[in-house]
């Protein structure tokens, strides 16, 4: 059955491709991009120019989960309303870069897997597989695109413009709800062979732990990202242990409704001793993933962004654990740093991505 369904939204997509399969040529010269980071919520884009200058912005929703055609119209209204706000005009526009969560084969074109965005077929929700979003966003907009990989996007984004500006080789972990990567190499976003690379959420630091619905047991992700920092806390909580964090709970759900990383962070800041010991154990798995990549690729800059970087005790921790780990004569060429350019990353990273197809 669910093959049948996956084949049905297969040939429903056909049906939206545009006949001819001619490429929509990037306007080389041009003084004018678009950069867009869509997310499962929002789609947000800006017009940048040749000075590095965010022009017009927009910000609409996604529709990431009411199919494929809705999506791309949504992607349509964000493209045109950043540049009506502008003050330019589509004709203008050399290309257009997109920063896509999921599993992204940038020559192709295609969306290989996001589970984020899709549709119910059925009683079925049906991931996006396969989906050439390049030729529909192309269709709809008449300018050439670029998508790639939105962490590896953002990476781009903080090499170019933010904390790796003036670097060649730099390793970006973006910490939130799970954990995302990028790696630049020589200046070049790595992809790999079909563009899954650089999935520093997934690397194995402590095999047969942590529960995972997707993929390995012992990932970072599963036992650094966000879900894990609040079973940490909730666990320590439960042991009948006094802490601030008490003061979050506000009924009789189960803790982890209440618990969030911001809240653990900044009880840990006021010297909480289960907030301390949380997310010095956060670090410490943050910092173990990031001596692995260190000793890997010896980049010159390892890159920390998401809001839960934010956290100081983290940080700190995950230096500290980085340094006792890795090899030191390679170590001795990296900086350990926060990202600088925020939720705009995405954006610029997208614009950097555009441009290079008018070099």
Known sequence: MRGAIFYA???????????????????????????IDLGGTNVRAAVLDAHDKRLGRAENPSEAKAGVKRTVSAIGMAVRNAVKAAGVTLDQVGAIGIAVPGHIDVPAGMVRWAPNFGE?????????????LRALVEAEVGVHMIMDNDANVAALGEFRYGAGKGTKHMIMFTLGTGIGGGIIVDGEVLRGATGGAAEVGHIIIADRQGSSPNGCHGR?????????????????????????????????????????????????????????????????????????????????MVVLGGKISQSETLFQNAVRTTKASAVGSILA????????????????????LAWRTLK
């Not at 939204?9 to 991009?33: C, F, M, N, Q």
Request: cysteine-free; overall charge negative; charged content about 25%.
């Open 9 to 35: 939204v297969t040939k429903k997509l056909r049906g939206l491709i545009p006949v001819t399969t001619s490429r929509v040529e990037p306007k080389k010269g041009a003084h004018y991009v678009v950069g």
């Open 120 to 132: 119910n077929v059925g009683d079925s929700y049906v991931p996006y597989r396969d989906v050439p």
């Open 220 to 300: 970072l992700e599963t036992l650094a990202g966000r879900d894990a920092i609040i079973e940490r806390a909730v666990l320590k909580m439960e042991s009948g242990r006094n802490t601030l964090l008490w003061s979050q709970v506000k009924g009789p759900e189960a803790l982890q409704q209440f618990i969030t990383p911001a809240a653990i962070d900044e009880a840990a800041e006021r010297g909480d001793a289960i907030a301390i010991e949380t997310m010095e154990e956060t670090g410490h798995l943050v910092g173990l993933g990031i001596a692995s990549m260190i000793n890997v690729f010896n980049p010159e």
């Open 333 to 352: 060429a990296a900086r350990i740093v926060r990202a600088e350019l925020g939720d705009d990353a995405g954006i610029m990273g997208a614009g950097e």
